[in-house]
């Protein structure tokens, strides 16, 4: 057999077909089911709670196509492979003296992965590395982040206005939790956002507020917010899967 000749399979499992040969809708197979790839880094308890949600049926819009994960270590992994959803480790390489434009190795390769499993929104779930312009403009209004923090709508600027009108500073990149205990701030948050080229700072589809209490540390503050990413997370997926 010829390398034209080979059939193309798709990485989803075909739907039920009725007698009459047209695929049988069910709700358990909802005609568009946004295939998503997930990109993770570590514990991927944000990947647990969209793979609850499908699996619960709170989240019918879509399905989990692929999840990368650029540590073979990360808990995520585990997750997954345990919910039988593909998953694949990606080591990144980072990248030197790429020119203006044009996208480093593991770009390249992950580029392959998402469209070879045939993925409509990319969802950066505690992903650590940033992704480049050239890779991003592949993917136009099709990559999300979950951050740690509060952005304001458009994403950008440096002031955030809480509900209760106090004014406070946005806290970007890594360690944004422990940047706002710093700050004293008496709110955080968590923020779903477009990515952007420029790092937490896309248009926001979804936040919602934590309150900081007296005694919090680090990580107890994380935990609440991540509890709250945690139906953020769903949400902002089933919000993109009304806009596309
Ligand atoms: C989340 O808090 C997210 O906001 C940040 O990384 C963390 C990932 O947590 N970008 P997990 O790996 O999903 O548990």
Not at 131 to 157: K, M, R, Y
């Amino acid at each position: 057999m010829s390398a034209d000749t080979y059939e193309s399979f798709e990485w989803k499992i075909p739907l039920k077909r009725h007698a009459s040969g047209k695929p049988e809708e069910t709700p358990e197979t909802p005609q568009h089911s946004l295939r998503l790839g997930v990109l993770i880094s570590g514990s991927g308890s944000n990947l647990q709670a969209l793979i609850d949600a499908i699996e619960n049926k709170q989240l019918t819009e879509a399905e989990i196509a692929l999840v990368v994960s650029n540590n073979a270590n990360a808990y995520g992994v585990q997750r997954a492979l345990k919910h039988n959803v593909p998953v694949i480790y990606l080591p990144w390489v980072r990248h030197t003296g790429t020119r203006t434009g044009e996208m480093p190795e593991s770009e390249t390769r992950l580029t392959a992965l998402l469209q070879l499993f045939k993925v409509d929104l990319i969802v950066l779930a505690g992903w650590m590395r940033i992704l480049s312009a050239a890779f991003l403009e592949q993917f136009p209004q099709q990559v999300i982040n979950l951050h740690p923090a509060l952005l304001p709508d458009d994403g950008t600027g440096h002031i955030y206005t809480t509900q209760d009108g106090t004014q406070i500073p946005v806290f970007r990149g890594l360690h944004a939790v422990k940047q706002a205990l710093d700050a004293g701030v008496k709110v955080t948050g968590s923020t779903v956002h477009y990515v952007t080229p420029e790092v937490d700072a896309g248009p926001v589809i979804c936040r919602e507020e934590v309150a900081i209490v007296p005694g919090d540390t680090e990580e107890s503050l994380h935990e609440r917010i991540k509890a709250v990413e945690h139906r953020l997370i769903v949400e902002a997926v089933r919000m993109c899967k009304s806009n596309i």
